[in-house]
């Protein structure tokens, strides 16, 4: 009987090659979704930096434009020109904030939310033929979170 003995330096480049293959996983998949949605009828597209600012601001309802621009790792004028966009495009609109009319929330329109909702029937479809295990589904989603939510830092 040969027993094969894993050091733990092996154990730790196994680890880190599982991390970059899931990384190039999840942008592999992005990518493809992404591609489908090129084709789909009645969905706004979006640029990537424009979907993290979306996101961000779906998230977080009433956000300002620097909390958006520090949680998704942007510059101030690449988040101005991405909400501008949005604006334009009727899917977030600026309000005074209550607490100091000086200050600019941005939140999520109707036309955001039917965006999204199209977006995610799209998703939906897409995935469901190839998607076996709803739970597994379930459990790779809280962990995508958790990390997303890590790299990003607390919701502001």
Do not use: Y
Request: proline share 3%; aromatic share 2%; glycine share 6%.
């Amino acid at each position: 009987m040969v027993t094969e003995t894993v050091t733990a330096a092996e154990a730790g480049a196994q680890a880190h090659a599982d991390l970059a293959d899931l990384a190039a996983a999840v942008l592999v998949l992005a990518r493809r979704i992404h591609a489908e949605e090129a084709h789909a009828e009645g969905i706004v597209r979006l640029s990537g930096v424009e979907v993290l600012v979306m996101h961000h601001i779906d998230r977080h309802p009433g956000v300002s434009p620097s909390a958006v621009a520090a949680a998704v790792g942007l510059k101030a004028s690449n988040t101005s020109a991405a909400v501008r966009s949005l604006e334009a495009q009727g899917l977030l609109e600026r309000r005074k904030a209550q607490a100091d009319a000086r200050c600019v929330e941005l939140w999520p329109t109707a036309r955001s939310a039917e965006n999204l909702a199209s977006l995610r029937d799209l998703w939906r479809g897409l995935l469901a033929p190839h998607v076996d295990d709803l739970a597994a589904a379930g459990v790779a989603t809280a962990f995508l979170e958790r990390v997303d939510e890590a790299l990003t830092g607390p919701a502001s």
